[in-house]
């Protein structure tokens, strides 16, 4: 790579790094909030909090890298026109194509990051994500510690735990349960804990008492204890196999699921296929548009704000194209071919408007060609 293109490449660079660090930061605050709920009500600890939406930045960073390699080559490529930089490359004969080729060849290394993140790392990361928040959520543990709530962890059985003192001591419990026979029974205490053993949690009550109606006579049962084992038992439904999402799934899952039955997932799955084909395709698309809005009349600062509004506002469109492409390929599949047509048609298109090189014609006409 010639001196010109590194010079061009360590400009880019910088700013790519700043925006797509900044982006990044923002969005995964604004998407970590969604999920404070874990901590406040569940009971998950702070480390495993920023764990879990660490496991996020993959889904992010695919979306993030090329919208920073755009606003990188807007702003390099605008601070290098403003400075005369690459009029004084074109005046030693650079078309503009070489001068785009630094921009084109981060755009391709941007691109082959996004395919790694779509096919493997975000599905990799989003995966362990909704395992530990399944977990999560449907643990007892999580459950029994939300208090004043009166939780139903499995059809039959109602929790209820007034307040969590240290230690996680739970005080003013009461369990309903009408799970395994036709007489319900109530157990009331006055504090308890839930212990983990080798054949599941179970909670230990102290001070209180169990009632329960007997179904043939209707007589009320009483019985008070000072230390009771309450055994969740086998508490089925909070193990299920859980169905996975599009986006946990490999690409070759997205198009042979083998666990799909309905035709409205068959769609989803091939829809977030495709949206992992086409989406990285952006960066270079990104580039080719804010040069052709850069390089598309004379370098000087007449109109150049126009050039700019107008990259930002087709960006946006193409950007707002991939968010819906995925409803739109689900809701009418035929489509699909359509889409691809359009992005080679964009890019072409871009392609032309960046060669079309005014300037050097205008020299060219005038003699000045040094070639």
Request: with cysteine.
């Amino acid at each position: 790579m010639r001196r010109f293109s590194l010079y061009i490449v360590g400009q880019l660079i910088g700013p790519l790094v700043v925006v797509a660090f900044s982006f990044t930061g923002v969005i995964w605050l604004t998407q970590s909030l969604r999920f404070v709920d874990l901590i406040i009500n569940k009971g998950l600890s702070f480390g495993l909090f920023l764990y879990m939406t660490t496991l996020l930045l993959p889904s992010l960073l695919s979306v993030i890298l090329p919208v920073a390699l755009f606003v990188a080559v807007l702003y390099s490529y605008h601070q290098l026109i403003v400075d005369r930089e690459i009029i004084v490359l074109k005046a030693t004969g650079l078309s503009n194509i070489r001068l785009a080729t630094p921009a084109l060849s981060v755009a391709g290394v941007i691109m082959l990051l996004c395919y790694a993140i779509n096919f493997y790392f975000m599905p990799l990361g989003f995966h362990e994500f909704k395992n530990i928040q399944s977990q999560v959520r449907n643990s007892f543990a999580s459950l029994l510690l939300r208090e004043g709530v009166f939780n139903t962890p499995v059809d039959g059985l109602t929790i209820y735990v007034r307040e969590r003192g240290t230690d996680d001591v739970l005080h003013g419990i009461m369990v309903h349960q009408e799970r395994n026979s036709s007489e319900p029974s109530t157990l009331m205490a006055e504090s308890g804990k839930l212990v983990q053993t080798d054949s599941g949690p179970r909670l230990v009550l102290l001070n209180g008492n169990r009632q329960e109606i007997q179904a043939d006579s209707g007589e009320l049962s009483l019985l008070y204890f000072d230390r009771y084992a309450f055994e969740f038992g086998d508490a089925k439904g909070l193990e299920a196999a859980r169905f996975r999402e599009a986006k946990e799934r490999l690409f070759p899952d997205l198009l042979w699921p083998r666990d799909v039955v309905e035709e409205r997932h068959r769609r989803e799955f091939a829809a977030e296929a495709h949206r992992r084909l086409i989406t990285p395709l952006a960066s270079l698309l990104f580039v080719l548009i804010g040069l052709g809005a850069l390089f598309s009349g004379d370098f000087n600062r007449r109109g150049a704000n126009w050039r700019l509004l107008s990259a930002v506002m087709m960006a946006v469109a193409v950007q707002a194209l991939t968010f819906g492409m995925t409803g739109l390929i689900v809701r009418s599949p035929h489509v699909i071919p359509l889409i691809y047509l359009l992005f080679a048609v964009m890019v072409g298109v871009a392609w032309y408007i960046v060669a079309l090189d005014p300037l050097q014609r205008k020299m060219q006409s005038s003699g000045l060609d040094p070639s």
